[in-house]
């Protein structure tokens, strides 16, 4: 099944990147609201779950227009459905995956993407041994087939799980082939182009932050 999606319009400008950061926490909050029957929520019980302050909730916020009322706050289910049109959570995107070894394998057999929205619809790999192999109930398909595959399955989104000597060049070429969101899983600094949205995850760099906090014995601060 191919699913259509677009790029969002009518995004405000000059949204700070921690802002659009926070917002699919505000979205994940906001449903688990709802599923447990809350219909209003306050700027205060949402700043100490985000732990924020209700004045940045309500900062955040207001770059996308004017939310709830005065002293009664939010409604969840109004406000979730306004956030979820902000970041293109209404719909849902065609990805494409680039890189069928132990990671790209993860990747596919990882349940969370869909019910988001996310649907893991191709897979392509330079390795001639898994061309044409089913992994994941997808078929890998060549990298001479992507720039053919992007536009016939309109690939919105791209997710690089290549090695890291390889990694420029794949993102190199989605970009060419039109993809505009890219998440990479290599542990380099990649380069884009202009109008393109590169998205660099490095558990690694992440553990090396964790550590500095368990060094200087201030983790529990």
């Known amino acids: 099944m191919v699913i259509r999606g677009s790029t969002p319009m009518g995004m405000p400008s000059g949204v700070p990147e921690v802002v659009i950061m926070r917002l699919p926490q505000y979205i994940r909050i906001l449903s688990e609201m709802l599923a447990g029957g809350v219909e209003m929520v306050s700027s205060q019980q949402l700043g100490e779950m ?89 078929n890998v398909q060549s990298m001479n087939e992507l720039d053919t595959v992007v536009k016939e399955l309109d690939i919105s989104i791209g997710i690089v799980a290549v090695p890291s000597r390889h990694a420029q060049g794949v993102i190199d070429r989605l970009m060419d082939c039109g993809i505009k969101a890219i998440l990479s899983y290599a542990p380099i600094a990649p380069q884009g182009q202009a109008g393109v949205k590169i998205r660099n995850i490095d558990p690694v760099l992440s553990l090396q932050t964790m550590t500095f906090y368990l060094s200087s014995g201030s983790a529990e601060d």
Do not use: C
């Open 50 to 138: 985000l732990q924020v302050t209700p004045a940045q909730i309500r900062k955040d916020l207001s770059y996308f227009g004017r939310f709830g009322k005065q002293g009664r706050g939010y409604n969840v289910k109004g406000l979730l459905a306004e956030l979820k049109e902000i970041m293109g959570l209404d719909r849902s995107w065609n990805v494409g995956l680039v890189g069928v070894g132990r990671l790209g394998r993860a990747i596919l057999s990882y349940p969370g993407f869909a019910p988001e929205g996310f649907h893991i619809i191709a897979a392509f790999d330079a390795d001639p041994n898994l061309v044409g192999r089913v992994i994941g109930n997808l």
